[in-house]
């Protein structure tokens, strides 16, 4: 069976770390690019980060100032997502999706991605 799933959210507070999984199964992640996307309550979702397949380059959101780093461990088919300094604006459902690019990797939230994980809540509040 195909699929993507994340693990690693929970409550924390303000200032506080989280390490974020994505992990496949049926399929080879180290074949894709990935994003980490997010959806706030009431809030259309947006794209934090992307890792590529073709040489490991990472990309982030703006808005994140450098607090997000994403990483892959392909033995473990799995990707990372490493959230520092979490503020309670980072409260949201995280996903992870699996896409295919010839160069570099995407986190537009209306691309054509091949695979979505459920999300893993994500709560930071004092």
């Known amino acids: 069976q195909v699929q993507l799933v994340e693990s690693g959210g929970g409550l924390v507070q303000p200032g506080d770390s989280l390490r974020l999984s994505c992990a496949a199964s049926?399929?080879?992640?180290?074949?894709?690019?990935i994003g980490w996307f997010r959806q706030a309550p009431g809030k259309e979702r947006e794209g934090v980060s992307c890792i590529s397949t073709s040489d490991d380059k990472t990309y982030y959101a703006e808005f994140l100032k450098g607090r997000f780093t994403v990483s892959r461990d392909n033995a473990k088919n799995t990707v990372y997502l490493q959230m520092n300094s979490l503020k309670p604006e980072d409260t949201a459902v995280y996903y992870c999706?699996?896409?295919?690019?010839?160069?570099?990797?995407?986190?537009?939230?209306?691309?054509?991605?091949?695979?979505w994980g459920q999300g893993t809540q994500v709560t930071v509040s004092s």
């Open positions: 999706a699996a896409h295919t690019l010839t160069v570099g990797c995407t986190f537009h939230p209306g691309w054509r991605y091949d695979y």
């Open positions: 049926g399929f080879t992640l180290g074949s894709y690019s």
